[in-house]
């Protein structure tokens, strides 16, 4: 069989599955008065000190709040780890990007972008899943894989203000509201879906979503900043 | 019967302060959104940091049970059964009204103003029927309860209002202080260990010393507390210098708190040992033990303090560090228990003797 052969054959093969993968897209709306970002407290580092930041907790604009993790938890397969890196940055004192997501078995890169010592402390759950120290900006970088879904939690004891977060599934099926509050899961067989959002602050809602063949579907979750998640 | 359950409620004093570490150390604080209940139930799904702040929680339950035992065990047996019933009026006042308080601010964001002013009212019934005890041994249990119930209520702030800084050190500061109470009456509950208990005459030491040493560890821990909850444990993370110097100028207060932290750990193990070879000398059995095990445990601390900043505060040397802590304030607490004021041992002896 020639290459184009084969590529054809490929192509065909595809299309089907092409065919039904759909999307699930939608909002994270906040229709409460949202928090005024308080000024971090970063002065006792004289080189996290020379930049002034606000506290990035909860980020609203246009009524649509940022970095929540919507994930599917109900209805999906397990998938194959991508063989991308997920990276976890330190820069300025701060984790970057504040929110992001992996697939288990994927690999996780944090380095640290600073001349500052900071160390990587990450759990799942109320367990340590490594706690590290990067010297500076030389240190090479930390190497781990996502080995459990949930909320992988990571802090720097050193500078208690720094925290990220990397969202977890087993299949893929998931997304991080961006600055305009939005989000959009690709590649999702038609069925019936449980799913979930979480905010670091404001915690979790749930949602039952049926997705339909060449239809897809959306979605949006409310917060209106009285829930009390964790 | 009481002298089980005094030393039971001690030991699990213990168990308390390392659980409430481990909260801490796990960021599990806010695990439970809403107090006294936990996601509006009391028994939530046990998992992750739920089950962490969960079991602190019932653990702290257990020990408010087991000192309202110790009140009625106490008050019956000084036959003052009358002042039994109106503590358990006042605590069923206090934990009512805070309970009730609790779940308006959970709810509307506000805390009422009658819930704080029928706290105060039961508090000070309270403090009327510690003074109407007429043993030491129940003023002592009544006390317990009091500072336990107190205990309750700062831990339920903490929540509610999303982990304050004064209100998590308060919180520390109480536990030590009921450990305290909780270690003297299981002492005094348990004839031989008593210093008027009959046997062997009561072995003198400088009380004095020993009360400031007391006083100088309880500051320590509450300097530690500062560091811990503002965050402060990292600030320096060389050994044994803090940004190259061993008391850096130009810095944040975080900084400096964090070296006197350090620092005030030396002027800790001076006292105790000082204190402790002065016990020994005079001392045999437990007393003479526990006055040695006092400078054993400092550098036991100090060395739990360096391996939480190189291992960047782990939980296993973090929480240690705070156990530690609170096993050397209880062992000058038992020492303070169990001897008697030099000079007390003089006048005795003469009495004696003429007799």
Known sequence: MTCSKMLALAAALSMPLAATAETIEGSVDFTGKPPVAGKLHREADPFCAKKTMTDPTVEVKGGKLSNVWVHVTKGAKDAAPPASVINMDQKDCMYTPRMTTAVVGQKIEAKNGDPVLHNVHTYLGASTVFNKGMPNDKAPPIETVAKEAGMMKWKCDVHPWMRGYIGISKSGLQAVTGDAGSFKIDNVPPGKYTIESWHEKYGTKTQEVTVEAGKGAKITFKYDGTEKGT | ?355
């Not at chain 2, 005094?188 to 009561?202: D, F, I």
């Not at chain 2, 965050?231 to 400096?256: E, F, I, K, N, S």
């Open chain 2, 1 to 355: 019967m009481i002298r089980r359950l005094a030393a039971a409620a001690a030991l699990l004093t213990v168990v308390l302060i390392v659980a409430g570490g481990v909260v801490t150390n796990t960021d599990s604080g806010l695990a439970c959104p809403d107090w006294p209940t936990c996601f509006g139930s009391v028994v939530p799904r046990m998992a992750g940091n739920v089950a962490v702040e969960h079991t602190h929680r019932l653990i702290a339950t257990a020990v408010g049970l087991c000192t309202v035992a110790l009140v009625v065990l106490t008050l019956r047996r000084a036959k003052q059964g009358g002042l039994a019933v109106a503590l358990a009026g006042f605590s069923t006042l206090i934990l009512g009204a805070s309970f009730w308080a609790g779940r308006v601010k959970f709810v509307s964001g506000e805390l009422p103003a009658l819930g704080v002013a029928l706290v105060l009212l039961g508090y000070a019934a309270f403090g009327w029927a510690i003074v109407r005890a007429r043993e030491t041994d129940a003023k002592l249990a009544a006390a317990g309860l009091a500072l336990v119930m107190f205990q309750g209520l700062l831990g339920g702030l903490t929540v509610l209002y999303r982990l304050p800084t004064l209100v998590l050190v308060m919180h520390l500061a109480t536990s030590m202080l009921f450990l305290s109470v909780a270690l003297v009456l299981a002492l005094r509950l348990n004839e031989g260990l008593r210093p008027q208990a009959p046997g062997p005459s009561p072995i003198t030491a400088p009380r004095g010393l020993l009360w400031f040493t007391a006083a100088a560890i309880y500051f320590q821990i509450l300097l530690g507390a500062t560091v811990r909850h503002t965050g402060a444990g990292l600030v320096c993370t060389d050994l044994p210098y803090c940004r190259g110097a061993w008391w850096p100028t130009g810095v944040h207060p975080m900084v400096h708190l964090h070296m006197a932290h350090r620092a005030f750990a030396f002027v800790v193990l001076l006292l105790v040992t000082w204190t402790s070879l002065r016990i020994a000398r005079n001392s045999r059995g437990t007393v003479r033990a526990l006055a040695l095990l006092g400078p054993a445990l400092v550098l036991v601390q100090i060395a739990l303090g360096v391996l939480t900043i190189v291992t960047f505060k782990d939980l296993v040397p973090l929480t240690a560090h705070l156990l530690a802590g609170a096993l050397l304030l209880a062992d000058q607490v038992a020492l303070l228990a169990m001897t008697r004021e030099a000079s007390e041992e003089r006048a005795v002896i003469p009495q004696v003797a003429e007799a």
